[in-house]
């Protein structure tokens, strides 16, 4: 079985520029989840898909963040713009049930 | 104050030892818990997992919840050189419908054990 995918593995930009991610989870998972991860801290969820649907958003920074799941299947996260503080690993992962399958980040640096 | 505490460590411990890693937390809701494995540059990996009080048991791995103190524990014996990664408890409340998976993260402890 093919794990969750993840695109581009790094990316750095400067401030004030955009950035999208791009996610394809395990084929058959409905629920679909982007998390930031900071250095030295756990993962913190910032938006949660069923099918393509938005279940929860509450941690979403919507004025510079967005996320879409077109079809149910693959799901993009854009940055725009970027600040220092978006530096971070960004995480998809994908779930049938209650495991969550992780797909292996994004390496985001904003300079 | 955090909902989820965990103690960043780091934790260097001998192979075949006995290792415990622990969490707090606030939210009396939570009802899943959770133990997983990160290792550097790679997504989290689900170890053990756990439903309200008790005890679960998976080769060496152990993991306990007391709901009463908001207390869990993950015990690892006969820690290996391959153990080495950061581990991270989540918790998550009474799962239903579109419920799974809000999973609150403590912060990591990084796990290293030397030959």
């Known amino acids: 079985e093919a794990g969750v995918a993840q695109s581009p593995r790094y990316k750095i930009i400067e401030k004030r520029q955009s950035v999208a991610f791009w996610c394809n989870p395990i084929?058959?998972?409905?629920?679909l989840y982007w998390y930031q991860q900071i250095l030295g801290q756990g993962p913190k969820l910032l938006i949660q898909f069923q099918n393509n649907g938005v279940v929860d958003d509450s941690q979403l920074p919507k004025d510079r963040f967005s996320a879409e799941r077109l079809k149910g299947v693959d799901s993009t996260l854009k940055i725009q713009p970027a600040k220092l503080e978006d530096s971070a690993v960004y995480l998809c992962?994908?779930?049938?049930?209650?495991?969550?399958?992780f797909g292996p980040g994004t390496r985001l640096t904003v300079t | 104050q955090k909902e989820v505490e965990q103690d960043p460590g780091p934790l260097s411990v001998p192979e075949g030892a006995i290792v415990s890693l622990n969490c707090t937390y606030s939210?009396?809701?939570?009802?899943?818990f959770m133990w997983y494995r990160q290792y550097s540059r790679k997504g989290p990996e689900l170890l053990m997992y756990?439903?309200?009080?008790g005890n679960k048991e998976d080769g060496r791995f152990t993991a306990q919840v007391d709901k009463s103190s908001k207390y869990i524990s993950l015990f690892i014996r006969d820690s290996q050189p391959s153990d080495s990664a950061t581990y991270l408890c989540a918790m998550s409340p009474n799962a239903g419908g579109t419920s799974y998976g809000k999973l609150t993260f403590g912060q990591g402890t990084i796990l290293t054990v030397h030959p």
């Open positions: 939210n009396s809701a939570f009802q899943y």
């Open positions: 992962a994908s779930s049938y049930w209650y495991e969550q399958y």
């Open positions: 756990t439903y309200s009080s």
């Open positions: 084929s058959g998972h409905a629920t």
